[in-house]
């Protein structure tokens, strides 16, 4: 999972959004040093990550995208799983993307303690309309490109999309079931 689901996955709290988008840049214990519902959110994202890393049928979406993009497999999907959120967004939400997408950019910009990484990409995602724009092939596959290009990938990583276009069904299916366990996992999560 990319942004988008992590941001949707967090639910209705400002504090699981912000600790969900700055998590990467916050090592080991360092969550300890935010207040608790964004050192929650920090952990919300390390265990979002790990069931994407370990669930099965996440893993059968990857073995579809191994062939072509190796050991960058898991990272081409996790934007591949961001683009069909988006796509499908109106499964998942009643609230429409573009104003889901624009009051998370407006959160974000009231957080005054942004790592800088997170900064930057504040301005990025503000300047090209994410993550509503995800939504759209073009966009995630620039992502995707960008992102190559940002690790010094050896794989063009937009190939996901290509992938994805002759094995939608199969993805598609993946995708739903993933994402209905994400959403239970999540809740149970902010609950506890």
Known sequence: MNYLAHFFLAGKSEDLL????IADSVKGIAYTNYPAGISKGILMH???DNLIDTHEIAAQTKELLKPHLKRYSGIALDFLYDYLLAKNWEKFSDEPLQHFSDST?????????LPVEQQ??????????LPAAYAK???????????????????E???AIDIYNLNKTDI???????MKEAVI?????SNS
């Not at 596959?141 to 050896?154: D, E, W």
């Not at 598609?172 to 993933?178: C, G, P, Q, R, T």
């Open 137 to 155: 092939e073009d966009i995630i596959r620039q992502a995707l490109y960008h992102f190559t290009k940002r690790i010094n990938a050896p794989y």
């Open 185 to 189: 996992f999540s809740l149970d999560f």
């Open 172 to 178: 598609d299916s993946h995708f739903d079931l993933f």
């Open 105 to 113: 950019i407006e959160i974000l910009s009231m957080y005054s303690n």
């Open 120 to 129: 930057q990409f504040l301005r990025y995602m503000k300047a090209y309309n």
């Open 46 to 48: 390390r265990a979002l």
């Open 157 to 159: 990583l937009n190939m």
């Open 18 to 21: 912000i600790g969900n988008y």
